[in-house]
């Protein structure tokens, strides 16, 4: 089920774990200033699975900078607890949609590092490194290095490195766009069950409808460039047991309901594109 919603402002009564208030973020570039995201809110709260759905261009990858600390906003503010984000911090993992890891560190030395590098012994970080592997199902591949690995193994280890901080929140950059349609199901099926066995907040940004379907508690749609919330959902099918949701009515019904949303602000980047 899909169910409008708003996430300007706190939900569920809770203190929100992600605070976007007011943000925007402006470029410049040769031809002047680009204004990627327009002012808008947003708040997540712990445990919350947040996919963010939106034409190519209107600002979700910078969205995803801004609260990992890579991009400064140029107005508003983000916090995580309350706490202003100023920079990259360790309670934010960050997974990219493809790449990013060492090519010269194994693989468990790879998932290691983040935790080597806040302090913990060695030991200690190859184990919480082993234990995550076994959670991505790659324990046997610990050795290895990550040019030995397919596409979706390398997106495995991205994934248990960024948990190897234990982060607050997991920040996800298309993470398996890059993947064939069987791995990347198998993988949505493995990412819901450590979500669910971790209880960690999630924000996600894919292009597949069904993919955000699949995964999130909650889906916002962005307007084209500049971008903000165009409208945003509550969803409950990642709750579902049943295997074969994706080939519900329901299913079908919500997906029909965000294809029409993006329909016409895909329409809208295109003329931006187009007069650029
Ligand atoms: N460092 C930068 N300098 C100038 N313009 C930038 C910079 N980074 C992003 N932009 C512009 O900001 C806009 C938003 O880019 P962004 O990468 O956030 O879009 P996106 O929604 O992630 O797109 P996609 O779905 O294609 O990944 C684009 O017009 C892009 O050209
Ligand atoms: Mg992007």
Request: glycine share 10%; proline share 5%.
């Amino acid at each position: 089920m899909l169910v409008p919603t708003s996430l300007e402002t706190s939900h569920a009564g809770q203190r929100p774990k992600l605070e976007i208030r007011g943000l925007s973020k402006a470029f410049s570039s040769p031809s002047g200033p680009v204004q990627a995201l327009a002012p808008f809110s947003l708040c997540l709260n712990k445990g919350d699975f947040l996919c963010v759905v939106g034409p190519s261009g209107c600002g979700k990858t910078t969205l995803l900078n801004v609260v990992a600390g890579f991009e400064t906003p140029t107005t508003g503010t983000a916090t995580l607890d309350g706490k202003l984000i100023r920079g990259p911090g360790a309670e934010r993992g960050v997974v990219f949609q493809q790449g990013a890891l060492f090519n010269w560190m194994s693989v468990l030395e790879n998932v290691a590092f983040g935790p080597r590098s806040c302090g913990i012994n060695a030991a200690e970080a190859r184990g919480r490194a082993m234990e995550l592997l076994e959670l991505v199902g790659l324990g046997a591949f610990a050795a290895k290095y990550p040019y030995q690995l397919s596409g979706g193994m390398q997106q495995r280890v991205g994934i248990a490195r960024a948990l190897a901080n234990d982060p607050d929140i997991l920040l996800m950059d298309e993470p398996f766009a890059a993947l064939d349609q069987q791995t990347r199901e198998l993988l949505q099926e493995e990412i819901r069950r450590i979500w669910k066995t971790t209880g960690k907040t999630v924000m996600w940004i894919t292009h597949s409808i069904e993919e955000a379907l699949f995964l999130a508690t909650h889906i916002i749609v962005m307007t084209s460039r500049p971008g903000r919330t165009k409208a945003a959902f509550t969803s409950s099918f990642t709750h579902s047991d049943d295997p074969y949701i994706a080939s519900s009515p329901e299913f079908a019904a919500a997906k029909r309901v965000i294809v029409g949303l993006l329909r016409s602000e895909a329409k809208e980047a295109q003329r931006l594109e187009v007069a650029e």
